[in-house]
Structures are given as structure tokens and as C-alpha cells.
């Protein structure tokens, strides 16, 4: 991945104290994959650069996670399911509807 992939900043993240969790809203009509917006997300979690963290692909491979949620037959949102996978020390459940959820 490119530096250009990625978003300046990801003023979408909050962060939730009594669950210990941040959320983020992929936006499955936008011109970014869902895993471009993942390393966002981290990255902003991060406080880091998108390009300084660990490549996602160490993790899932991207396109594999791209896939997984791909809007086939024109809808713009995948119809259901969940990942749920361990990066950098945190637990992320990415939704079919298109949330983020990171803990640590």
C-alpha cells in the first residue's frame, strides 16, 4: 500500500471508556477498502503514522479481508458476518455493517 491510500486523519474514531473500546464506521461507498480503513483506524488508535505500524499484512492479508466483505451484485453493504482478529495487541471485530471495533 501507498502512502496516498490513506486518509490525513480519522476524525470518526471515539473511544469508549466504560467498554475500553474504540469504534470506527467503514463506509462500504467509499473509494477505500476496508482494510485501508482498518489501518487507519489502528493508526489514529496509534497516534502513529499509517505508514510507520506494522504492515497490516502481517496480521490478515488484505485482499483476503477485502474480499471477505465484498458488495456483490451492486448492494453497497455486505448482507452479514463478522472477523475477528488480534493486531498489535489489540482485539478488532470488523462488522458487515461496516463497524470497527478495537480493544485492547
Known amino acids: 500500500m501507498t502512502g496516498s491510500q490513506f486518509s490525513d486523519a480519522n476524525d470518526d474514531v471515539t473511544y469508549d471508556p466504560e ?7 467503514h463506509e ?12 487507519t483506524v489502528l493508526a489514529d ?6 505508514m510507520s505500524i506494522d504492515p497490516l499484512s502481517t496480521h490478515v492479508n ?3 479481508l477485502d474480499s471477505l466483505f465484498d458488495t456483490q451484485g451492486g448492494d453497497s453493504t455486505p448482507v452479514s458476518g463478522r472477523l475477528e482478529l488480534p493486531i498489535d495487541g489489540y482485539h478488532v471485530t ?11
Not at 462500504?28 to 489501518?39: H, P
Not at 488508535?45 to 499509517?50: F, G, L, R
Not at 470488523?94 to 485492547?104: F, K, L, Q, W
Open 62 to 64: 488484505p485482499d483476503a
Open 28 to 39: 462500504w461507498s467509499s473509494d477505500d477498502s476496508v482494510s485501508v480503513t482498518l489501518v
Open 45 to 50: 488508535i496509534m497516534d502513529a503514522d499509517p
Open 94 to 104: 470488523i462488522y458487515a455493517d461496516g463497524e470497527i471495533v478495537v480493544r485492547p
Open 19 to 25: 467498554a475500553n473500546a474504540y469504534y470506527a464506521q
